[in-house]
């Protein structure tokens, strides 16, 4: 079992920062690929940005150049840093660490942090 706790959302103006981290704690070891997705009311959760294994990383392309994820060597505590924050990234984030364990792969999600952004 994996568990993940967010912390760092909050209130922020427009163009603003804010730091987002996820601690991993548990059977850690089987973490393949540890990331944040978002979701906003009446809209489909979406990822944002991963990071695997071998510290290869993807972003969505609404906040390439913007956010910047990080980790450890052991992907036990993520971070995600985000700039330069808009109106339309207000959403809940969840943190999100895929596992697998002889061939059976699972995903846990964190409990989630709201992030709003005002204009």
């Known amino acids: 079992q994996v568990q993940l706790v967010e912390s760092g959302g909050g209130l922020v103006q427009a163009g603003g920062s804010l730091r987002l981290s996820c601690a991993a704690s548990g059977s850690t070891f089987s973490i393949k690929d540890i990331g944040w997705y978002r979701q906003a009311p009446e809209k489909q959760r979406e990822l944002v940005a991963t990071i695997d294994s071998e510290d290869s990383t993807k972003y969505a392309d609404t906040v390439k150049g913007r956010f910047t994820i990080s980790s450890d060597i052991t992907k036990t505590t993520v971070t995600l840093q985000m700039n330069s924050l808009k109106p339309e990234d207000t959403a809940v984030y969840y943190c999100?660490?895929?596992?697998?364990?002889?061939?059976?792969?699972?995903?846990?999600w964190g409990q989630g942090t709201q992030v709003t952004v005002s204009s």
């Open positions: 999100y660490a895929d596992t697998t364990s002889w061939g059976t792969r699972f995903g846990y």
